[in-house]
């Protein structure tokens, strides 16, 4: 059996007038994520680690944000792009270990419904991810809530 690592990491600004997306739930805060899709830091981490474990690239290559296509997407319709181009591959998911770097909101109350999420559009349980969150003691931009960062570490097997 082969087994390959990857290593994923996202951050986006936090702004007036925008939905919070975590982990593909929507979670209520006063601020949601600026980007070119719903912004879901979780997301494209674990999507950018899954995708450098198959030696593919990142997600900015399979989905630039310069696409109309893109526009406003839901995170959630480009990791089941990403499980499905990894397994056209060869490889399945292992395990996901995820860590959300943030002050507020909290994290750890959406952690269950993340992993429920997550397992169903990559179709793995939910024993298989690890989502954890952090802050930065209020130091650098998380810590001043100017946005939120995410790192992910996946494991994949060749079948």
């Known amino acids: 059996m082969k087994i390959r690592t990857g290593l994923g990491f996202d951050v986006h600004k936090?702004?007036?007038?925008?939905?919070?997306?975590?982990?593909?739930i929507k979670i209520e805060h006063t601020l949601g994520l600026l980007g070119h899709s719903d912004a879901d830091v979780l997301i494209h981490a674990i999507c950018d680690a899954l995708l450098g474990a198959a030696n593919m690239r990142d997600i900015g290559f399979h989905f630039p944000d310069t696409s109309a296509d893109n526009k406003d997407i839901d995170s959630k319709i480009l990791l089941r792009k990403v499980v499905a181009l990894i397994s056209?591959?060869?490889?399945s998911i292992g395990n996901i270990d995820a860590t959300v770097c943030a002050e507020r909101p909290k994290i750890n109350p959406h952690v269950p419904a993340m992993k429920s999420?997550?397992?169903?559009?990559m179709g793995i349980g939910e024993d298989d991810i690890s989502i954890k969150a952090t802050t930065t003691e209020r130091l650098g931009f998380t810590g001043r809530e100017e946005g939120i960062s995410a790192y992910a570490?996946?494991?994949?097997?060749?079948n």
């Open 14 to 24: 936090l702004v007036e007038g925008r939905d919070l997306w975590l982990g593909g």
């Open 117 to 121: 999420c997550l397992a169903e559009v």
């Open 153 to 158: 570490v996946v494991l994949i097997e060749k």
């Open 88 to 91: 056209e591959k060869g490889y």
